[in-house]
Every structure is written in structure tokens, then in C-alpha cells.
């Protein structure tokens, strides 16, 4: 699976931004998928993710009310609409692909295969 993402750029706080993940390569309906971060000098921590069919969601407490993801299986393609956006958000975003777990989506690094190259959101104050 090739993931591609994009939509970073830098933005004022309180501003919005939309990440898009397009998949190709395998059925993205049968993926649960996920946006994870990495900040300069931090590890990669989860921000959201969305079961592959019945799109019920998961957010981190830092994003959640301000982050939504969604997907579009008939564009293979997975998204993350940020809003309210704060100096600590700044990161490297991205997208993974999940085929493995069962059950509701997981926050677990480990269990997504397949990532996207990254893309950078630059908050400023």
C-alpha cells in the first residue's frame, strides 16, 4: 500500500488546516486508518483514527473538538480537518493503514503497517 499525504503548510493559532492521505495499491476500504504526529525531539503519538466500515472514530484529548477525520472510500482517501490549531500542534503529520486489527481502531503504533512520508504543520503564535 502507498500512502501520500499533504495539506501542511504553516498557519496562525487559531487557524485551520485539512490533511488529505491518498491510498492506492490496496482495498482502502478494509483498512482502519490513522493520522499520528511527530514533534522535533518527541515521539510519534497518535491523534486520530477510523474504523475501516463503520467509520466510528477515535481522538486524542489534545485534539479532541478541535480535529475531525473522515474518509472517503470511494476516493481511497482518508483526511483530518484541523481547526483551532495551537503552537503545540506543530508536527510532522501522518497517515497509516491499519489491515490487522479487529474490533474497534486502535491507537497502537504497532499495529499499522503501512505510512504515509509525512507532512509538516508549522503553527505559529
Known amino acids: 500500500v502507498q500512502l501520500q499525504a499533504s495539506g501542511g503548510g504553516l498557519v496562525q493559532a487559531g487557524g485551520s488546516l485539512r490533511l488529505s492521505c491518498a491510498a492506492s495499491g490496496r482495498t482502502f476500504s478494509n483498512a482502519d486508518m490513522g493520522w499520528f504526529r511527530q514533534a522535533p525531539g518527541k515521539e510519534r503519538e497518535f491523534v486520530a483514527c477510523?474504523?475501516?466500515?463503520?467509520?466510528?472514530?477515535d481522538y486524542a484529548d489534545s485534539v479532541k473538538g478541535r480535529f475531525t477525520i473522515s474518509r472517503d472510500n470511494s476516493k481511497n482517501t482518508v483526511y483530518l480537518q484541523m481547526s483551532g490549531l495551537k503552537p503545540e500542534d506543530t508536527a510532522v503529520y501522518y497517515c497509516?493503514?491499519?489491515?490487522?486489527?479487529?474490533?474497534?481502531?486502535?491507537?497502537?503504533?504497532?499495529?499499522?503497517?503501512?505510512w504515509g512520508q509525512g507532512t509538516q504543520v508549522t503553527v505559529s503564535s
Open positions: 477510523i474504523r475501516r466500515s463503520s467509520y466510528s472514530t
Open positions: 497509516a493503514a491499519d489491515f490487522r486489527t479487529f474490533g474497534p481502531p486502535t491507537r497502537s503504533i504497532i499495529a499499522y503497517d503501512y
